[in-house]
């Protein structure tokens, strides 16, 4: 099995979408435009196995001092072989390459992000900005129920 990590390009962008469609449709990730995947395709790192499109995250820079691992997704297919921790320790890298000093998550995945050495924080920690220019777009809003963690870096 040949695992390969690259930066995508926009003409990655529909597999994209199509790879995370059920998650978005179930209330997993927030659904993000070919044009919002376009002017953010820097921020993604996609993983691909054999080829293939495997899954793919991305790291949003909010400030100085913070980023968020967004939109992970590995296809059911290839689930089990620790392809989504790679994807977070790919951020954390990242991240440290930026010189940030925290990387966020919102989370229904607890203890996923907790193998990888993030820590539960409360909600009214993120920045107010965070919240309201996503949040507000969740088909679960105003009752969220994703729990935030950080890795400090």
């Known amino acids: ?20 469609k059920a998650e978005v449709e179930n209330g997993n990730i927030l659904l993000r435009t070919e044009d919002e995947m376009a002017n953010t395709i820097r921020s993604y790192i996609i993983v691909q196995v054999d080829g293939k499109i495997a899954g793919f995250t991305a790291l949003h820079i909010h400030s100085a001092r913070l980023a968020e691992v967004r939109s992970l997704v590995v296809s059911k297919q290839y689930r089990g072989f620790e392809l989504g921790n790679k994807l977070v320790d790919e ?14 998550s919102l989370t229904y995945a607890k203890s996923f992000f907790e193998k990888s050495g993030f820590r539960v924080i409360e909600k009214e920690a993120i920045p107010e900005h965070k919240i309201w ?7 679960h809003f105003p009752i969220c129920d994703e729990i935030a963690m950080v890795f400090d870096l």
Do not use: G
């Open 1 to 20: 099995m040949e695992i390969k990590f690259y930066k995508p390009n926009v003409t990655d962008i529909p597999a994209m979408q199509e790879l995370v």
């Open 91 to 104: 951020c954390i890298k990242e991240a440290k390459e930026y010189k940030l000093e925290q990387v966020l």
């Open 133 to 139: 220019a996503d949040c507000i777009r969740c088909k």
